[in-house]
């Protein structure tokens, strides 16, 4: 069974920095793609952020691109978010992704964590 | 980047009628149109990739259809564990996007 789980999630001060981790099970972590999706209070689903399945490519939304950081640990079966300068705007939800599917085309997510809550806050 | 559009925002539906829910892409997406099912406190569900492929144990009351820049998600009779915020998502260009969501509620 595969399973994702979020941890990470605070309070922290616009400024500041956080690192969400997702630590994955019941697949073969290091031959998938894995993402990023967030969901701010009473919006919708905003992609984040996905990293190849051996970590040479990374891929960001506009919206944190050069405060975000997507990394993983094959090794350990572990995604990672480095989140810095962080904005009352990236007060949300963070859920971990799988990729739906092993080979170079197209991300759609099929197993997702139940999310980490994030809130930027003075 | 590719806005998706979803219609109607909210649906009012009765247990056991059909859910016809649309999603548009600004330009075209091919087939890489995916939808989910999002729950309060649960994790969000695949239910349609490829725009008319169900994901691993999804019912076949689920239904998707549409290609290029408008797509369809059928829900054939409603059932109770139904009634959630249904998000679309293509996947044809980066950044990936997803649409604004359509609450399906109870009538």
């Known amino acids: 069974e595969v399973q994702l789980l979020e941890s990470g999630g605070d309070l922290v001060q616009p400024g500041g920095s956080l690192r969400l981790s997702c630590a994955a099970s019941?697949?073969?972590?290091?031959?998938?793609?894995m993402n990023w999706v967030r969901q701010a209070p009473g919006k919708g689903l905003e992609w984040v952020s996905t990293?190849?399945?051996?970590?040479?490519?990374?891929y960001y939304a506009d919206s944190v691109k050069g405060r975000f950081t997507i990394s993983r640990d094959n090794s350990k079966s572990t995604l990672y978010l480095q989140m810095n300068s962080l904005r009352a705007d990236d007060t949300a939800v963070y859920y971990c992704?799988?990729?739906?599917?092993?080979?170079?085309?197209?991300?759609?997510?099929?197993?997702w964590g139940q999310g980490t809550l994030v809130t930027v806050s003075s | 980047e590719i806005v998706m559009t979803q219609s109607p925002a909210t649906l009012s539906v009765s247990p056991g009628e059909r859910a016809t829910l649309s999603c548009r892409a600004s330009q075209s997406v091919s087939s890489n149109l995916a939808w989910y099912q999002l729950k309060p406190g649960q994790a969000p569900r695949l239910l349609i990739y490829g725009a008319s492929t169900r994901a691993s144990g999804i019912p076949a009351r689920f239904s998707g259809s549409g290609s290029g820049t408008e797509f369809t998600l059928t829900i054939s009779s409603l059932q109770s564990e139904d009634f959630a915020v249904y998000y679309c998502q293509q996947y044809n260009n980066w950044p990936l996007t997803f649409g604004g969501g359509t609450k399906v509620e109870i009538k």
């Open positions: 019941g697949f073969t972590f290091s031959t998938y793609a």
């Open positions: 990293i190849s399945a051996s970590g040479g490519n990374t």
């Open positions: 992704a799988k990729k739906g599917r092993a080979d170079n085309g197209g991300c759609y997510f099929d197993y």
